[in-house]
């Protein structure tokens, strides 16, 4: 068994790379248990995560099942319009919480659930003659579970 606690803190990003590929290569051979803060770090090394909240396990989950430990699925949208939208009418679509202004013609938009909502939201523009410049899902990240489940 080998026990790593912030293994690649204060390390350039070459280093950085050659300690996870060390750490990969270990345990194939070995257990290896890697303590980290560094979200991303445990996404490109990890099988399983484990998250630890106050001494409490938040969750314990293989790496490609972990977004199963929040209950509601949260989605980020970037969408680009031609011109500001009406912000009222843009809430009302099911399961969109927030929208918020990012830059220029750029949106923000925070909703929850499993059903993607970017064709509610190009639905939305078209029947508001906006045109849409860009629209992009972020995906949901380990960093975001991590928030989640020890933000309370």
Known sequence: MLIL?????????NQIIEI???IIEAGKEKTVMFS???MQEAEAVCDRIIII???KIMADELKNNIHSVIKKRRQIIKIEFDRKPDLPELLKIEGI???KPASGDLW??????EEDVRPAIFSFAVKNNLTVLSLQKEESNLEEVFRHLTNG
Do not use: F, M
Request: aromatic share 0%; proline share 4%; hydrophobic share 35%.
């Open 5 to 13: 606690d912030e293994a690649t803190s204060g390390l350039d990003p």
């Open 20 to 22: 996870r590929n060390l």
């Open 36 to 38: 980290t803060h560094i």
């Open 53 to 55: 909240n106050n001494g």
């Open 97 to 99: 919480l927030d929208v």
């Open 108 to 113: 923000l938009i925070e909703a929850e659930g």
